[in-house]
């Protein structure tokens, strides 16, 4: 490679200019960019119209998860104590957010579309502890409404993820 | 005060002392917001705010760096010699810092019958006491990068050593030059004639080419910054250290760089005069003004492989400095 010492030239004139440009950062903790509508953020449990939880205990979501960090942990449902649909329900449905790596195979695995990945990024906590969600947590809806960004904005070559997402 | 020529007037030794103390806390209160200033500007060259959170406009950015360095865990690797492997930090800020007591900022006052003169150490060797202490300050890195008993660290200090012997030739003899034309090593003396002359950046433009890149490359800035290359490679010399141990190197780099930038103006932009006898404020000025150019040629240029480095050094800058430095001393003798 021989020197080239008018293109080096104009660098030096292209980063001059630059400082007088606006930068095009963003201040994050001010500015939350919406995030676009198919983001995979915190988990949610879904429940039936009359208040049944769709989950109904079948593990599928924990088989297909690679970092294995969903538990669950099944019941039957008796007349007198009906939680979800099915026959059976979730006693104990567990995920460690702190393993979870947003993938979205649970979501995919659920035959009843009781889980689903929402748009809520900001889950740090001081303790790992804290990172353990129960099924209380993911059945409620979350405390942080993320903006989301219109779809249309995206564009994608998959009609379908038009309407789905 | 060594070798004390007539010409220089004395000072008493407290003066001194007060200007040092002075000097050494303006030069360090210059190097914590040099740091900031170079990533503000490289920040806004690359289109980011830089540093902006701590305190208004990120002022405070140098001193929050500064308490989280000296309250970071200084790890030491077990197999480390302890007395070098402290002290080769301590060596290298120390001798960056002395190297600015030679470096003439003003013409010097008399305040109440009191001489004060515009350097700490006025000395009728400046160049080369400032060229030596330079030298020492080598021996830190390789001292540090030796002693910490890590392959990395040593494999680093060699690199380092290699370059700065390398480029301290070409540096020395760009400085030549000046001189032969200031008929003087004392600095304060090359500066006054550059007043009633011109500034030696003119007819030793080549010169300063020489000594500016020589220069980039002994502070060991992008491009030449090789000896840490941080987007490539852990560390240097300095791979094995950590919190202030860490920070004494990165200050020296830094320090060294403003002693070079004023060692610039001094030589080759008539250091202390202008247009309006503004003093310090010009030399203040001038310093900047080379800072600035180096953090932009630092955004600027990609870095150098390790063999066109040692090729442009030895084969393009050696002998182009040689060249200047026999024509400047033929035309002084010719013409004047």
Same mark, same amino acid.
């Given at each position: ?38 983001? &995979? ?78 748009? =809520? ?24 409404? +993320?903006? +989301? ?17 | ?33 040099? %740091?900031?200033? =170079? ?8 289109? &980011?705010?830089?540093?902006? &959170? ?12 500064? +308490? ?99 480029? =301290? ?70 791979? =094995? ?23 610039? +103006? %001094? ?37 150098? &492989? ?31």
């Amino acid at each position: 490679m021989s020197p080239q010492p008018v293109e080096t030239l104009k660098g030096f004139g292209v980063t001059f200019k630059q400082i007088f440009k606006k930068p095009i950062t963003q201040q994050y903790p001010e500015y939350k960019r919406p995030v676009y509508p198919r983001f &995979r953020g915190r988990h949610r449990l879904w429940r039936h119209e009359n208040g049944l939880e769709k989950c109904v205990g079948c593990s599928l979501c924990a088989a297909a998860c690679p970092s294995d960090c969903i538990r669950v942990v099944a019941a039957e449902n008796t007349p007198d104590n009906r939680v979800s649909a099915g026959e059976r329900y979730a006693r104990i449905y567990e995920i460690n957010m702190s393993r979870c790596i947003f993938c979205g195979y649970c979501e995919l695995a659920c035959p009843f579309d009781a889980i689903t990945l929402g748009n =809520e990024f900001e889950i740090s906590e001081h303790n790992r502890d804290d990172q353990i969600y129960t099924k209380d947590m993911l059945l409620a809806p979350p405390m942080k409404q +993320v903006p +989301v960004a219109d779809p249309d904005l995206y564009d994608t070559p998959i009609p379908f993820y038009k309407s789905h997402s | 005060m060594i070798a004390a020529a007539t010409s220089i007037p004395s000072e008493p030794w407290w003066i001194a002392l007060i200007e040092a103390i002075v000097v050494v806390n303006v030069i360090l209160l210059l190097f914590a917001y040099l %740091t900031l200033v =170079e990533r503000k500007l490289m920040g806004r060259m690359q289109l &980011r705010y830089g540093p902006n &959170r701590a305190g208004p406009y990120g002022l405070l950015q140098p001193i929050a760096d500064l +308490v989280k360095l000296i309250r970071k865990e200084a790890f030491a690797p077990a197999a480390a010699i302890d007395l070098p492997y402290i002290l080769a930090p301590v060596v290298s800020a120390f001798t960056a810092i002395a190297a600015f007591s030679f470096i003439p900022w003003g013409p010097g006052w008399t305040v109440n019958g009191w001489h004060i003169n515009g350097a700490v150490a006025n000395v009728s060797i400046g160049l080369i006491a400032i060229f030596a202490l330079g030298s020492v300050g080598v021996y830190g890195f390789i001292v540090g990068g030796w002693a910490s008993e890590s392959k990395f660290s040593i494999l680093g200090s060699m690199r380092t050593c290699a370059q700065l012997v390398s480029y =301290e030739v070409s540096l020395a003899l760009s400085v030549l030059g000046v001189v032969i034309l200031g008929r003087s090593l004392n600095l304060p003396e090359i500066v006054a004639r550059q007043g009633s002359f011109l500034p030696y950046a003119a007819p030793e433009f080549v010169g300063l080419l020489v000594f500016f890149i020589g220069g980039i490359a002994e502070t060991s800035r992008a491009p030449f910054d090789l000896p840490e290359a941080e987007q490539e490679l852990v560390a240097g010399y300095h791979t =094995e250290y950590s919190g202030m141990r860490w920070g004494l190197f990165q200050m020296s780099e830094y320090i060294n760089m403003i002693t070079l930038s004023g060692l610039m +103006v %001094t030589l080759f932009f008539a250091g202390w005069h202008g247009p309006w006898d503004l003093g310090p404020i010009w030399f203040l000025l001038k310093t900047c003004g080379v800072l600035f150019a180096f953090i932009w040629l630092r955004t600027t240029l990609p870095r150098l &492989r390790y063999d066109q480095l040692m090729r442009f050094g030895w084969k393009i800058l050696l002998p182009v400095a040689t060249v200047n430095a026999v024509v400047t001393a033929a035309l002084v003798v010719a013409f004047g």
